[in-house]
């Protein structure tokens, strides 16, 4: 078998011999009259014309050989099997020099434009009888092997190019995690929700509890934070007379890689003025159900623990309940030495900085969490725990909060917005006294936020939702790096 750099030294060769015969292997323009999906959507139509045809792919495969070569393209627009059209060069349908010249120079992986005549094989095979042809794109490097493709999977997520190019089943679940933005859009458009940016570059980092990415910017000589959340900013715009907006977009956060878990991810977040926590619950249920159906066709998932159907009325259950049924204490009254012993037993982690409320969520996270499968609201967390959601008017020990977990991932956290600025100036400064114990995760003071709150924000009803792990969840995939087409990687040794 020839090396890379045999085959990499035979193809510029092949290069040097179309720049010979006066073609240029990666020209400006492309003789192209339609895409293969519609030439075998509107084969018969196109085909009664008698027309000629330009027709433009990647080349998949070279079949036959002396007079008669058969050829598949490839152009992405065709889904499911097969996903090539064929185009059947024969050496006395076309100019003799043209047809040595393709056999001589056209690799596996070649982009090439056709220029032909549509007819049925004698197999039944619609393609295009080749009268000229144009290289588009010669490659210098050949393609994975059709049938064992990429099998190191590290490989698969470093050239993601490939992966898609090879699997028409990756593929296929990049277009879901599409559909399933573009069903959210329409939702919220629909709800009359606008779409705003907010600033990824922030002076703090705030909106959640994480530890940030840092930069400089040189000519404001300051420090500057990629954005863990976007927040804040948009709370801000609920001041600023816009009752319903939402954002869909990355968020940074400098944490650990694991199959849930990407420093670069993406969120919708969405807040309603004059809302709750309860009243987004009963949206957020009717709107992942209708994502679910737009984009499956189905209101059923397929997952390893079963079908999950969300055409079901969603559980709901309160977090205190949960941890005292499964890790059997009571996660506001517990104290920290409680927690952290508790927490060694259960064979987890625990860092210096942790506060208790970290340690208690990390035990939920293995006693509970991985458990549920349905869909289900976990209602009423600690107070510490979310420093940004209004205290539970029936009990201010915990906050009016949700999360959605399914499948055994949060996929969506929204509380009651805090509104009351001295409040939030409290929080704040509980968050100042974790980071000086060591909390990496605290949030920051920002005093810009709470000045913005004491011009007035009103009541809502804010809500997060990771489009990483629902995308991972339509899709059947374990690993979040399934679902993002180019995760950050460690760099190779």
Request: cysteine-free; hydrophobic content about 40%; overall charge negative.
């Given at each position: 078998?020839?090396s890379?750099d045999?085959?990499?030294?035979?193809?510029?060769?092949?290069?040097?011999?179309?720049?010979?015969?006066?073609?240029?292997?990666y020209?400006?323009?492309?003789?192209?009259?339609?895409?293969?999906?519609?030439?075998?959507?509107?084969?018969?139509?196109?085909?009664?014309?008698?027309?000629?045809?330009?027709l433009?792919?990647?080349?998949?495969?070279?079949?036959?050989?002396?007079a008669?070569?058969?050829?598949?393209?490839?152009?992405?627009?065709?889904?499911g099997?097969?996903s090539?059209?064929?185009?059947?060069?024969?050496?006395?349908?076309?100019?003799?020099?043209?047809?040595?010249?393709?056999?001589?120079?056209?690799?596996?992986?070649?982009?090439?434009?056709?220029?032909?005549?549509?007819?049925?094989?004698?197999?039944?095979?619609?393609?295009?009888?080749?009268?000229?042809?144009?290289?588009?794109?010669?490659?210098?490097?050949?393609?994975?092997?059709?049938?064992?493709?990429?099998?190191?999977?590290?490989?698969?997520?470093?050239?993601r190019?490939?992966?898609?190019?090879?699997?028409?089943?990756v593929?296929?679940?990049?277009?879901?995690?599409s559909?399933?933005?573009?069903?959210?859009?329409?939702?919220?458009?629909?709800?009359g929700?606008?779409?705003?940016?907010?600033?990824?570059?922030?002076p703090?980092?705030?909106?959640?509890?994480?530890a940030?990415?840092?930069?400089?910017?040189?000519?404001?000589?300051?420090?500057?934070?990629?954005?863990?959340?976007?927040?804040l900013?948009?709370?801000?715009?609920?001041?600023?007379?816009?009752p319903?907006?939402?954002?869909?977009?990355?968020?940074?956060?400098?944490?650990?890689?694991?199959?849930?878990?990407?420093?670069?991810?993406t969120?919708?977040?969405?807040?309603?003025?004059?809302?709750?926590?309860?009243?987004?619950?009963?949206?957020?249920?009717?709107?992942?159900?209708?994502?679910?159906?737009?984009?499956?066709?189905?209101?059923?998932?397929?997952?390893?623990?079963g079908?999950?159907d969300?055409?079901?009325?969603?559980?709901?259950?309160s977090y205190?309940d949960?941890?005292?049924?499964?890790?059997?204490?009571?996660?506001?009254?517990?104290?920290r030495?409680?927690?952290?012993?508790?927490?060694?037993?259960?064979?987890i982690?625990?860092?210096?900085?942790?506060s208790?409320?970290?340690?208690?969520?990390?035990?939920?996270?293995k006693?509970s969490?991985?458990?549920?499968?349905?869909?289900t609201?976990?209602?009423?967390?600690?107070?510490?725990?979310?420093?940004?959601?209004?205290?539970?008017?029936?009990?201010?020990?915990?906050?009016?909060v949700?999360?959605?977990?399914?499948?055994?991932?949060?996929?969506?956290?929204?509380?009651?917005?805090?509104?009351?600025?001295?409040?939030?100036?409290?929080?704040?400064?509980?968050?100042?006294?974790?980071?000086?114990?060591?909390d990496?995760?605290?949030?920051?003071?920002?005093?810009?936020?709470?000045?913005?709150?004491?011009?007035?924000?009103?009541?809502?009803?804010?809500?997060?939702?990771?489009?990483?792990?629902?995308?991972?969840?339509?899709?059947?995939?374990?690993?979040?790096?399934?679902?993002i087409?180019?995760?950050?990687?460690?760099p190779?040794?």
């Amino acid at each position: 078998m020839a090396s890379l750099d045999e085959i990499r030294e035979a193809r510029l060769k092949k290069l040097g011999i179309l720049k010979a015969a006066g073609m240029n292997p990666y020209p400006i323009e492309t003789e192209h009259d339609f895409d293969l999906a519609t030439v075998r959507t509107d084969f018969e139509t196109l085909a009664k014309t008698g027309k000629e045809v330009a027709l433009a792919g990647r080349v998949m495969a070279v079949r036959g050989q002396g007079a008669i070569l058969f050829v598949p393209l490839f152009d992405g627009t065709m889904q499911g099997s097969p996903s090539t059209f064929q185009a059947v060069f024969k050496k006395d349908s076309m100019d003799e020099t043209s047809f040595k010249l393709f056999s001589d120079v056209a690799d596996i992986g070649d982009i090439i434009s056709v220029k032909g005549e549509l007819f049925t094989t004698q197999k039944g095979e619609n393609s295009v009888l080749v009268k000229s042809w144009t290289m588009l794109a010669k490659t210098l490097r050949p393609l994975p092997e059709k049938w064992s493709g990429l099998q190191d999977v590290e490989e698969r997520f470093r050239n993601r190019f490939l992966d898609t190019l090879m699997s028409a089943e990756v593929r296929e679940r990049f277009m879901i995690r599409s559909r399933m933005i573009t069903a959210f859009r329409s939702v919220l458009d629909k709800a009359g929700y606008l779409e705003v940016e907010t600033p990824q570059l922030q002076p703090l980092a705030g909106g959640t509890n994480a530890a940030p990415f840092k930069t400089h910017h040189n000519a404001l000589d300051i420090d500057l934070f990629l954005r863990i959340a976007p927040e804040l900013y948009l709370k801000k715009l609920l001041i600023g007379g816009f009752p319903k907006v939402y954002e869909i977009g990355r968020n940074f956060r400098n944490e650990g890689i694991d199959v849930t878990h990407n420093p670069e991810f993406t969120m919708l977040e969405f807040y309603e003025a004059f809302s709750t926590a309860a009243k987004q619950m009963d949206f957020v249920e009717a709107m992942i159900r209708d994502v679910v159906k737009s984009v499956l066709n189905s209101p059923v998932v397929k997952s390893e623990e079963g079908d999950i159907d969300f055409s079901k009325p969603f559980n709901r259950i309160s977090y205190r309940d949960l941890v005292q049924k499964d890790a059997g204490f009571d996660p506001v009254t517990v104290d920290r030495a409680t927690a952290e012993a508790k927490a060694k037993k259960m064979g987890i982690k625990v860092e210096d900085g942790d506060s208790k409320d970290r340690i208690v969520d990390n035990i939920y996270k293995k006693a509970s969490r991985v458990n549920i499968v349905e869909p289900t609201f976990i209602t009423d967390y600690p107070v510490d725990m979310l420093p940004l959601a209004k205290k539970s008017e029936k009990d201010p020990s915990v906050v009016d909060v949700f999360q959605l977990v399914v499948g055994g991932m949060e996929l969506v956290k929204a509380f009651s917005e805090l509104n009351d600025p001295i409040d939030q100036r409290e929080r704040f400064s509980k968050e100042e006294d974790n980071a000086k114990k060591g909390d990496k995760e605290a949030q920051p003071n920002d005093l810009e936020f709470v000045e913005a709150l004491e011009y007035g924000m009103p009541p809502a009803g804010g809500v997060g939702i990771g489009m990483d792990r629902l995308a991972m969840l339509l899709t059947g995939t374990k690993n979040i790096k399934e679902v993002i087409l180019f995760p950050t990687m460690r760099p190779r040794a």
